[in-house]
């Protein structure tokens, strides 16, 4: 019913930037009625919510990536983008873009792992 993509993971340096992408293939409903969020897994670490949008369509970030990291989402190309700047070492990690169906009754997820949708992964390593 939805499948993720994501790119733009790699190495970097302390204080570099990259952009990851997540590219959406929906076979019901329409991009914009999915919640949309990044997510992030550090080795020996439980999963982690960084960014996301909510029901009204406004942003929420993680306290340890607020003023670094941006999220967007264009819904004529059913892609999610996260731009990362300042990049620190603890934010090494597997990056994952994630969906749910938005309903009537029931707000986004936000940063709660309760995603129904999620991408493969990509690797984010960034050295000190």
């Known amino acids: 019913q939805v499948r993720l993509v994501e790119s733009g993971g790699g190495s970097v340096q302390s204080g570099g930037s990259l952009r990851l992408s997540c590219a959406a293939s929906i076979s019901r409903y329409t991009y914009s009625q999915y919640c949309m969020g990044w997510f992030r897994q550090a080795p020996g670490k439980e999963r982690e919510g960084v960014a996301a949008?909510?029901?009204?369509?406004?942003?929420i970030y993680a306290d340890s990536v607020k003023g670094r990291f941006t999220i967007s989402r264009d819904n004529a190309k059913n892609t999610l983008y996260l731009q990362m700047n300042t990049l620190k070492p603890e934010d090494t990690a597997k990056y994952y873009c994630?969906?749910?169906?938005?309903?009537?009754?029931?707000?986004?997820?936000?940063?709660?792992?309760?995603?129904?949708?999620w991408g493969q992964g990509t690797q984010v390593t960034v050295s000190s």
């Open positions: 949008f909510d029901e009204d369509g406004r942003v």
């Open positions: 994630v969906a749910d169906l938005e309903l009537p009754w029931a707000p986004c997820p936000k940063l709660r792992n309760e995603y129904n949708y």
